[in-house]
């Protein structure tokens, strides 16, 4: 079992810039794949961005292409989402996911999940 602790949400202006931080439970850290989702309200939760078991290898959705960056730190069992000019539209609650056994760029059954971290952007 993994548990899943995001931080880093709060209001920005349109933009700016946050780095949230995913903090996950266990010693197994590395042999998952991580991702990050988001929802907005009224709205379905939506892949934002993924990186594998082995570092380099990340996926983004476009809308945030060339603005988000995904990293993780083994070492630290963290895995981290920088978002840079940051948009209206990218106001939702953001997940943190895991995964055991696919690259995380969509959801399974075996997967994780944090609790959410809000992150409000204004105009």
């Known amino acids: 079992q993994v548990q899943l602790v995001e931080s880093g949400g709060g209001l920005v202006q349109a933009g700016g810039s946050l780095r949230l931080s995913c903090v996950a439970s266990g010693r197994t850290f590395s042999s998952y794949a991580m991702g990050w989702f988001r929802q907005a309200p009224g709205k379905e939760r939506e892949f934002v961005a993924a990186?594998?078991?082995?570092?380099?290898?990340?996926y983004y959705t476009d809308s945030v292409k060339g603005r988000f960056t995904v990293s993780r730190d083994n070492a630290k069992n963290t895995v981290y989402l920088q978002m840079n000019s940051l948009k209206p539209e990218d106001t939702a609650v953001y997940y943190c996911?895991?995964?055991?056994?696919?690259?995380?760029?969509?959801?399974?059954?075996?997967?994780?999940w944090g609790q959410g971290t809000q992150v409000t952007v204004s105009s």
């Open positions: 990186i594998r078991r082995t570092a380099g290898i990340t």
């Open positions: 996911y895991a995964d055991p056994n696919s690259q995380a760029t969509v959801a399974g059954s075996a997967g994780y």
